[in-house]
Each structure stands twice: as structure tokens, then as C-alpha cells.
């Protein structure tokens, strides 16, 4: 949608598409300039995932190259570690964001220590797909947000797209990286359009994006988030505030120049993410900001974010996930803060 | 009947000898394949198929090396040079009967007592003890020595075969991919999964089970019933089991189960019978939990005692022997000078080995590391 904050400036090569099929450009591209770039997980190949991410992928490059796996996503891992060994790029798609954990200790254990302990001799060009998050209704163990798992894990890079732009250059960017990268895909935007140039340059895997510039308070937030923070950017402009939003897309490493920028212009800040709020992104991003800005802050940090309880059933996730009036609701007590007076 | 083959014939690529060692193990109705028995006598099948003198000679030396390292390892560790050891003490001809039947460019992922086969790819015993001594979480560059790190969570590396053999297989190379596991190990998913993806695509990895009787104080009647020979024949591998204190058979039995994955017949497994005469680690009280009677039954099927006497029998000259006992002491010099020469970790390295790409995090820590550590040299 051209004119929205996200979309990049329009070229002869743009596209309007959606975040899906962004992704599926993006690993298509990367696929036809790097033969070494192979792709696993399970159903990816004749049916193109159940997303369909990889579509037609498997019949113009061959099942040699995209490779549907067992059903078992710790050997889905394991093995694209061996061909990193080998000197290939895979690229491994994990079905559902529930479905990681089976794959926990080859990521966290074995693909993130791995060129560390080989004293910096080895390097691991994997990337590990993951449609995250809900808000699509779906069963149990299909809607789990759980980037705070593998942020924490030195070794791993771990990335958030929210758009389809964002989505085939964050994609590519990732699998040119020679470290791992956990790449999240946010489900329930997969088919959101959005303008796409095919001939961008790939993205930066460390910096975040300024959406939205502010003066009162800054909203950051990634992954499916982005969308209600600008929703909610909208309805607090209507209001009289200005509201800036910062939209990640690197989750670790944290960008803390551009955080710390816009805590320093706004002075007040709410993070937004669908996981749980305790141990979350926000509380990372909480602490850093306060530790850099202290004085500048006119407010602490506030976070919105899931209650810390397991994923609820598909009837009641709307009241679960953070929405514009959550969002709307801590915007309010951020900018009506006032600190207690000293006695 | 000729027992000795002159000159010597060495693991070719191709062309394992017959008879076919799995026809005659799947046709018997138990028991692993032998060619020696403990008190070193040659059975009928290994009598069948001759001893290679120049073969048995590098398997016993291979083997006296990696039992030298090892005995003079634990001493380090007794003396406070290691933090900590895992002896390889009986699993000698397990290790080096199945890794001098590769290739030498067949890559190798072992678990983390592969010490004998390290030994013979060439690894030093200072890269070896580096692990130990705590001075690296892994001490060698695998390249050079087509040996993988160590893998200390157990199973994983089967994996990580099991994808290395993709690749080979997408390269249109025709090597083996070997791994390394034990019987403990094989109760791990990853395991399974290695063993389930090899079979349904082919892939070409050589499984070695050593099955050393005890993962840390768990027998194998705890950890299994169905061995895991059997096991893997019923994922659709092909499936040897042999004496892994009988270096020869071993040696024979991987050959034949090398070239059956060379030839792109798909996934293989050796189960070699052995025995971890050692505790766990240097920390492992093994009086705990196992009998001097088990140990004694082991120590009659000594793999070194087993081979010498057939090397003796063949009336190998004394000068080898001789030589060899020279060439241990050296050996032995080598290990101690070699640890306590081991440079100690720097921690300032850690923060360029961990990503590849620049990292903001990383490099601010670093700086911080680096201010502060000059503002204690400072102070001091």
C-alpha cells in the first residue's frame, strides 16, 4: 500500500505482494544466486509448506535442494548443521512455533556454541523459519511466541519481520549471514500486502526501523505487533499525541542506538510484544533503556504483552494478545505518569 | 592354510574380501563376529580370512599409542594438570579396527572417548587433552584431520553426520560419513532420528556403536531390550555386530559395512561389543555399581593382550615390539610435556569467535571487559 509507513519508495522493480509470497521471492532469489542454499522441513516440497512459503520451490529447483524431512525437527536442525559443515546454506522451515522444541538442544546447544567452540574456525550459515505468534485461531501449540528462548542463547541471531518488504530483505540477509539466524514470520500477516522491491539491496540484520517518528512517547514492537502499534499510533495522533513507532526487526541483537535515539526525543516508552511480558523482550529493552537513558526517561518503560499463562483456547485469544486498547491503555499511563514526590 | 597375507593389503576404497562378514552374522543365531578369540586364538572365520601381518602390526601400535595417552592422561588428571578425563582404556580396538577401515578423507564425528581414533587421524595429544585441561571447549581444527569436535551431549552428532552425508550425497562424492555412539547414546531421539532419516533417504553414514556395557552406572539391561543392532536393522539399516575387542574383525566387519555405503546402498551400523574397564571419568566411582568379577572377565578379553598374541604367534620380530616400547616412552614424554605446555584460554578471544558478522552486543561487552580489566591492572 503505497503512502503507508512501511512501504518502501515505489521502482520500476516493486511489486505489490503479500508477506508470504514476499518470503517465498526472497528464498527463490536466494536459491537461484546460491546454489549452495538448500531448504528442509517437513511438507515442504510438493505441497510447499502448509503456509505454502515455499511454494513451487521443490519443482524449479529440484528435491535435491528442497528437501522434506521425517517428521522429527531436531533432525531437521542436526542435519543442517552437518550440511553447514559441509559448506552448505540450509534453510529450515519449522512448521508451527510449538513445534520448535524438539529441536531446542540441537539450536541452543549444539548450532549456537558450535563456532564458538571451535575457536571462531567453523561458521554455521544456518536460518531456522518460524511462523510465530497467534491471532489466526488455531489449535493448541500453534500460536507460542517464543523468541526470548533463543535471544537469550549467545551464538544465534533472531530476527522479526513485519511486512512483506521487510520479509524478502530480511529473508536474504539472513541466509547471506555466516551465523545462525532464527528468522520469525508472523503468521497472521502472511497475507498482508504490502509493495515489494524485488531489486533491494538486502537488509541490515542489526538495525531497527523508525516507522513513525513521535515527540511524546515511542512505541516499539515487532513482528505482528507493528501493525497495532501504528493502529494505535493512529488513534493516540486523533487524540492529540504524537507517537512515534520503532519496529525492531532485529531482536538479538537489540538495536540500542535507534532505541536509545527515540527515548531520548520522546523521554517515554511502551514496548509491545505477544509473548509474555515476564522474562520478555520488553523487560530486556526496559532494563537497557533505563540503563542508558535514565535521565532523559519521564516515564519507566512499560510493557504490554500476553499475561503469563499458557496460549488460551482460539475463543478467547483476542481478549489474550495485546490490542490497540491495551496498547491505547499503557500509552495513557505512560504519558499521565508522574513520578511520586520526594517528602 | 595361509594365516599370513604378504604384502600387506590396506583398506582400498572398494572391494570389501569375501566372504560377505554380514551374510554369515545375520545367518548365525547369535553372537558378534570374531576373528580372535580372547587367549588369541584365530577362530575358523578368521582363520578363513588370514591375518595381514603389516595390518594386525599398525592396529596393535595404533592401539599401545592410544592406551599410553590414556594411562598417562589420568595421571595428569591425578596430578591437577586435567580438570577431568575419560579413558578409552578397552575400547582400543573398537576405535582403531573401525577408523583405519575408512578412508582417510571420510569424514569423522566422534562422541567425546574417540581418543584411539583421534590418535590415529592424526589429532596431537596436546589438541587432545585441551578439552580436559580447560583451556578450550574443543581442541583441534577438524579439517586437516577429517575429525570432527567432540560432541558432549550425547547423540547429537549423529545428526549432524547424517546431514554432513546430505551434503555429500548433494556433492556427488562417495564418501563415508562415520559416526561414533554408544549404547547409552543410543537411547537418545536424535539417535533414532539419525538412524530413521539415513534409511527412508539413503544417505550415506556408517554408524559405530560401541557398546562399552555402561552408560556412566546404567547397564544395558536398563537401557534396552532389543540391542541396537536390532534396532537399526528395523529402521532399514544394514547391520553388523562384532567382538570390539577383536581389532581384526572389527577391522574387517567396517570394511565390509564402509563399502556397502560407498556404494550408495544406504546407511550402515556396526555394533561393537567392548567394555569401558574405567569409570565413567575421572570423577566416576565405579565400585559402586559394578563387580571386580565384571571387570575381571573383561580384563581376560584385553583387545592389546588378544592381538600380541597373535602378532607373537606369527613370530613377529622382536625389533618391533622393542621399537615400539621405545616409541611409547616418547609417546608418553610427548603427553605430559604437551599439557603443561597448553596455553591458557584468553577470554577477550571469545567475543570475536562467537559470531562471524558484526554484533553490536558483542562489541560492547568487549569494551566494557577490556575497560575494566585495565582498570584493575590500574589498581594493582
Not at chain 1, 234 to 239: G, K, S, T
Amino acid at each position: 500500500m503505497a503512502g503507508s509507513p512501511t512501504a518502501p519508495p515505489e521502482t520500476a522493480a516493486s511489486t505489490t505482494m503479500t508477506l508470504g509470497r514476499a518470503l517465498n521471492a526472497g528464498l527463490r532469489r536466494a536459491m537461484r544466486e546460491d546454489d549452495r542454499v538448500v531448504i528442509l522441513g517437513e511438507d515442504v516440497g510438493a505441497l510447499g509448506g502448509v503456509f505454502r512459503i515455499t511454494d513451487g520451490l521443490q519443482r524449479d529447483f529440484g528435491k535435491a535442494r528442497v528437501i522434506d524431512s521425517p517428521l522429527a525437527e531436531s533432525a531437521i536442525v542436526g542435519c543442517a548443521i552437518g550440511l553447514a559443515l559441509r559448506g552448505f546454506r540450509p534453510v529450515c522451515e519449522i512448521q508451527f512455533d510449538g513445534f520448535v522444541y524438539p529441536a531446542f538442544d540441537q539450536i541452543v546447544s549444539q548450532l549456537a556454541k558450535m563456532r564458538a567452540r571451535s575457536g571462531g574456525r567453523l561458521s554455521l550459515p544456518v536460518v531456522i523459519r518460524i511462523p510465530v505468534g497467534g491471532g489466526i485461531g488455531a489449535v493448541e501449540h500453534h500460536s507460542e511466541s517464543n523468541e526470548s528462548y533463543f535471544a537469550h542463547t549467545a551464538g544465534l541471531r533472531v530476527i522479526s519481520c513485519s511486512n512483506p518488504s521487510d520479509a524478502y530483505r530480511l529473508l536474504r540477509s539472513a541466509i547471506r549471514s555466516d551465523d545462525p539466524v532464527i528468522f520469525y514470520e508472523p503468521k497472521r500477516r502472511y497475507w498482508d500486502k504490502g509493495l515489494v522491491d524485488l531489486e533491494a539491496s538486502p537488509a541490515s540484520l542489526d538495525r531497527a526501523r523508525v516507522l513513525r517518528t513521535g515527540t511524546d512517547l515511542t512505541i516499539v514492537a515487532h513482528g505482528p505487533t507493528v501493525h497495532t502499534a501504528l493502529a494505535a499510533a493512529d488513534a493516540a495522533a486523533e487524540d492529540g499525541f504524537s507517537v512515534g513507532v520503532v519496529d525492531l526487526r532485529t531482536i538479538a541483537p537489540l538495536d540500542m542506538e535507534t532505541l536509545r535515539r527515540c527515548a531520548e526525543k520522546t523521554g517515554r516508552m511502551v514496548v509491545v510484544h505477544e509473548a509474555s511480558t515476564f522474562m520478555g523482550i520488553g523487560a530486556e529493552i526496559a532494563a537497557a533503556v533505563t540503563e542508558g537513558c535514565f535521565s532523559v526517561l519521564r516515564a519507566p518503560v512499560l510493557r504490554v504483552g500476553a499475561y503469563n499463562l499458557p496460549y488460551p483456547p482460539a475463543k478467547v485469544e483476542d481478549k489474550f494478545l495485546p490490542d490497540v486498547d491495551r496498547l491505547l491503555d499503557t500509552i495513557d499511563a505512560a504519558l499521565s505518569y508522574r513520578g511520586k514526590a520526594r517528602t | 592354510m595361509t594365516l599370513v597375507h604378504d604384502p600387506p593389503a590396506f583398506a582400498s576404497p572398494t572391494d570389501p574380501p569375501p566372504p560377505s562378514l554380514e551374510r554369515i552374522w545375520t545367518s548365525k543365531d547369535s553372537g558378534p563376529i570374531q576373528f580372535v578369540t580372547p587367549d588369541g586364538e584365530l577362530t575358523d572365520l578368521g582363520a578363513e580370512y588370514g591375518v595381514d601381518r603389516a595390518l594386525a602390526q599398525t592396529l596393535y601400535r595404533d592401539m599401545a599409542r592410544a592406551r599410553r595417552l590414556d594411562h598417562e592422561a589420568l595421571a595428569l588428571q591425578r596430578q591437577g594438570e586435567l580438570g577431568l578425563w575419560l579413558q578409552c582404556w578397552g575400547q582400543e580396538a573398537a576405535q582403531v579396527g573401525s577408523v583405519r577401515a575408512l578412508s582417510p578423507s571420510d569424514y569423522v564425528f566422534p562422541s567425546y572417548r574417540e581418543h584411539a581414533a583421534a590418535l590415529v587421524r592424526g589429532v596431537t595429544p596436546g589438541e587432545l587433552l585441551a578439552q580436559w585441561r580447560g583451556v578450550s571447549h574443543a581442541g583441534w581444527d577438524p579439517g586437516p584431520y577429517a575429525f570432527h569436535l567432540y560432541s558432549l551431549v550425547l547423540g547429537t552428532q549423529t545428526l549432524h553426520a547424517t546431514g554432513y552425508a546430505m551434503g555429500s550425497l548433494l556433492d556427488g562424492a562417495d564418501d563415508v560419513v562415520t559416526v561414533y555412539f554408544g549404547d547409552g547414546a543410543a537411547s537418545q531421539g536424535d539417535v533414532n532420528e539419525a538412524f530413521n532419516w539415513s534409511a527412508a533417504g539413503n544417505i550415506p553414514v556408517l554408524f559405530i556403536c560401541q557398546n562399552n556395557q555402561w552408560a556412566i552406572s546404567t547397564p544395558t539391561d536398563v537401557q534396552f531390550r532389543a540391542p541396537v543392532h536390532q534396532r537399526a536393522a528395523g529402521f532399514g539399516l544394514r547391520t553388523f555386530h562384532v567382538d570390539g575387542n577383536d581389532a581384526l574383525a572389527t577391522y574387517a566387519v567396517t570394511r565390509e559395512a564402509a563399502a556397502i555405503v560407498r556404494r550408495g546402498e544406504g546407511p550402515a551400523l556396526v555394533e561393537a561389543e567392548t567394555f569401558r574397564m574405567a569409570g565413567h571419568s575421572t570423577s566416576d566411582d565405579p565400585s559402586r555399581y559394578r563387580t571386580e568379577t565384571d571387570l575381571a572377565t573383561w580384563q581376560a578379553r584385553d583387545p592389546l593382550l588378544r592381538l600380541e598374541t597373535v602378532l607373537r604367534s606369527l613370530d613377529t620380530r622382536a625389533s618391533y615390539f622393542s621399537e615400539l616400547e621405545e616409541e611409547l616412552e616418547r609417546l608418553a614424554v610427548e603427553v605430559r610435556r604437551a599439557c603443561r605446555e597448553l596455553p591458557d584460554p584468553v577470554l577477550d578471544q571469545l567475543f570475536t569467535h562467537t559470531y562471524v558478522d558484526p554484533h553490536p552486543l558483542v562489541d560492547a561487552e568487549r569494551l566494557a571487559y577490556r575497560k575494566f580489566v585495565e582498570l584493575m591492572s590500574v589498581e594493582d
